[in-house]
Structures are given as C-alpha cells and as structure tokens.
C-alpha cells in the first residue's frame, strides 16, 4: 500500500494507474474508522475498480467555530493499518499546508441542497465539504467515488457538484453500517460515554418505529416523520435538532401522501451531535440527482 502525501504523489499515482487502464476508485475520509468506512472500500471494488485509493484528511474548513476540529479523533497507525487489511492500493494524507497553502482563497459553494438540515445548523459546513472533495477529486482523478449514505446530505451535496462541475466521476452511495444496537456507525461515537452511548439509540429507535409504520402501510409524511421524532424525543438525554422528510433523490422537503421518503434526524446526546437516516419505499427507475 503507497503513501502518498502531497497533491504532487497523488496525482503521480492516479496518473500511472491511469496509464495502465486502471479504474480508480475513490474512498474520502477523515481517518479514525470503522466499518462503515471498510464497506466503502469494498463498495469500491465491487464496482470494478482494480486501484482503490483512500484518503485520510481531517478537513478544517468544513469545521465551524467551536466545532471539534482540535479534538476530532485521529489515528493515523491504526488507519493505515485497516486500509491495508482491507486491500487498499494507496492512502491519501496531506498535511493542512498541503491542502491550503498560504494564499487559498478558492472554494467550491454547491447551493440548494446545501441549505436545510445540517446546512443550517452548521453555517459554511458543505462549502467546506464541497471544497475540499473537489480537491481530492482532481488529485486523486479517480472514476468512481464512494461516500456513505449515513451522511446523506453530504452525498447530495457531492452528486450535485459532480453533476454541475462535468467532473465526470461516478457517485456511489453505500448503505449506512450500524451497530448491533441500530446505533449508525461514526467516528465520532467515541466521544459517547456511558449513559450517552445508550440513549444514542434513540435516532435510529425513532427511525425503525417510522419504517414499521411504513411498512404496515402508513403513507403520510408528516405522520412518519411525527413518529420519528416523538420516539426519538422519549429519550430525556437527547436533544432532537431536527427530523424531517425529504425527497429520497432530491432531498427536497415532503408533506402528505408519499411512495417513498427519506426521513433524516439530528439531535444532541449529550453534548454529542449524532445524524442518522432511512428511506422508506423505493426510489423511481430512472430518476438519478447526478
Ligand atoms: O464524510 C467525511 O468523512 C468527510 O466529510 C469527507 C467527505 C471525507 C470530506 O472531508
């Protein structure tokens, strides 16, 4: 597995991969992973990528003033060594320098679907997240690029970009990763401790009680969307930032009868800022947001 850590080395490589007819694909992240992130890579692979290249880059820019970009946990070895388990061709780690030398002053704001949700609540959260994935994707050049749906505005985000900047990558989605418990998985569910860590159980509590209702036939958003929060609002130790239903390609808002519904939930455990979503009912053939 090559380590690479300047734009110079990624692009060396993805331009020698290149070269030998190689389909790269892509694996974001900010390191300290789990699961959710090995699913990612193998989502890679199964779309027939025989170079898989991660990245490992705490982003500042997507981090909003008082937000845990100082103690956002970290990990290089033990990355290093699951990308490596996990059949990685090569890691992306540049520096912060590396990423925005003294002088940037270029960023990438993707509009609509950036607004809402987390987009409110985390002001110049996705102009971050948009900036620096466009960073790594004309670093990286790879065909396709795997994000996680747990992060499902974040994946709108990225389709919306890719679509609207030609890049010309593919934008797979992998399903969300969750504990034994329903817990999403994410780097940051180690800050939950003790009595936090179980009541964090609460979101995706709220969002299979909406999906037994869908299931047993139950079609109007808003009464969906009501449960979700209600149970996930049982929980006194949680603080619910938002739960709404959006479109699932979209993700712009619903109310009333629905086919289908993508319900996304914030809210605060603790002092710990969790999301989690599902999509209830089958997304239409042929309607792709990218
Ligand atoms: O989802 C993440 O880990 C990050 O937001 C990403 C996409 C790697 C950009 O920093």
Known sequence: MELLRTPAAMRAWADARRAEGARIGLVPTMGYLHEGHLSLVSVAKDAGCEAVAATIF?????????????????????????LDAAGVDAVYLPGVKDMYPEGHQTFVEVTGVSRGLCGAARPGHFRGVATVVAKLFLAAKPH????????????????????DLDFGIEIVGAPIVREGDGLAMSSRNVYLKGEDRIAARCLSRGLFRAKALFDAGE????????????????????????????????????????????????????PTRLIDNITLGKMIPGRDAS
């Not at 795997?146 to 679509?163: H, N, P, S, W, Y």
């Not at 619903?254 to 455990?269: C, E, M, N, P, Y």
């Open 58 to 82: 705490v982003n500042p820019t997507q981090f909003g003033v008082g937000e845990d970009f100082e103690k956002y946990p970290r990990d290089e070895a033990r990355d290093l060594a699951m």
């Open 219 to 270: 079609r109007d958003a808003d009464t969906l969307v009501g449960a979700a929060r209600k149970e996930t609002e049982t929980e006194p130790r949680a603080k619910v930032e938002y739960a709404e239903g959006r479109d699932p390609v979209t993700l712009t808002p619903l109310s009333g009868r629905v086919d289908a519904v993508t319900i996304l939930v914030a809210a605060k455990v603790g």
């Open 144 to 163: 396709v690029a795997v994000f996680g749906e747990k992060d499902c505005q974040q994946l709108a985000v990225i389709r919306a970009m890719t679509r």
